[in-house]
T-cell receptor, first 115, second 111 residues
Framework: GAGVSQSPRYKVAKRGQDVALRCDPISGHVSLFWYQQALGQGPEFLTYFQNEAQLDKSGLPSDRFFAERPEGSVSTLKIQRTQQEDSAVYLC?????????????FGAGTRLSVL | RKEVEQDPGPFNVPEGATVAFNCTYSNSASQSFFWYRQDCRKEPKLLMSVYSSGNEDGRFTAQLNRASQYISLLIRDSKLSDSATYLCVVNLGDSWGKLQFGAGTQVVVTP
């Protein structure tokens, strides 16, 4: 019944490796968001899905970042050829529908360290 | 210049005291405003939405000043458990809920 679930909680990657981060939103939530949070900063928007459609990917920092939500529920954020500057906490959030005032519920995040 | 700016603090507050802090936002088209709370190494959690007329939730009071483009949060009768980072969050006017977060204000409540 739970909230937003993210896995893995921690990921250590060597520079140049590919990583995949998973988000399982609250059941029935139409909207899904990915954020990147660097140390000492607030979360920064990466991308947004409404069901399976990726409606906004303007926050993805480079073409090494790719997100998908093929069946409109679970989403995966993939980072190819990781760089040290990719080290951050990646947060996933979901909400009931794509309305500005709707509350977003966050998962506990995946802490990515690129060595 | 960042879209949402906050004083990073820390605000050191004796238990039982009142603390207040603001954030400013730059986009006048912003529609929705929130305060989220984030504990160390945890996810952000909604504290309260902020309404134009101001609103209160227990010991917490939020105010919005659209003319000056700032939002405030006041915590009365501070508890040790109020120690956290408070994130000011603004919807930038997109129809579907894209949020812009401030970097947070750290509050430390001391015994």
């Amino acid at each position: 019944g739970a909230g937003v679930s993210q896995s893995p909680r921690y990921k250590v990657a060597k520079r140049g490796q590919d990583v995949a981060l998973r988000c399982d939103p609250i059941s029935g939530h139409v909207s899904l968001f990915w954020y990147q949070q660097a140390l000492g900063q607030g979360p920064e928007f990466l991308t947004y899905f409404q069901n399976e459609a990726q409606l906004d990917k303007s926050g993805l920092p480079s073409d090494r970042f790719f997100a998908e939500r093929p069946e409109g529920s679970v989403s995966t954020l993939k980072i190819q050829r990781t760089q040290q500057e990719d080290s951050a906490v990646y947060l996933c959030a979901s909400s009931t529908s794509g309305v500005a005032k709707n509350i977003q519920y966050f998962g506990a995040g995946t802490r990515l360290s690129v060595l | 210049r960042k879209e949402v700016e906050q004083d990073p603090g820390p605000f050191n507050v004796p238990e039982g005291a009142t603390v207040a802090f603001n954030c400013t936002y730059s986009n006048s088209a912003s529609q929705s405003f929130f305060w989220y709370r984030q504990d160390c190494r945890k996810e952000p959690k909604l504290l309260m939405s902020v309404y134009s007329s101001g609103n209160e939730d227990g010991r917490f009071t939020a105010q919005l000043n659209r003319a000056s483009q700032y939002i405030s949060l006041l915590i009365r009768d501070s508890k040790l458990s109020d120690s956290a980072t408070y994130l000011c969050v603004v919807n930038l006017g997109d129809s579907w809920g894209k949020l812009q977060f401030g970097a947070g204000t750290q509050v430390v409540v001391t015994p």
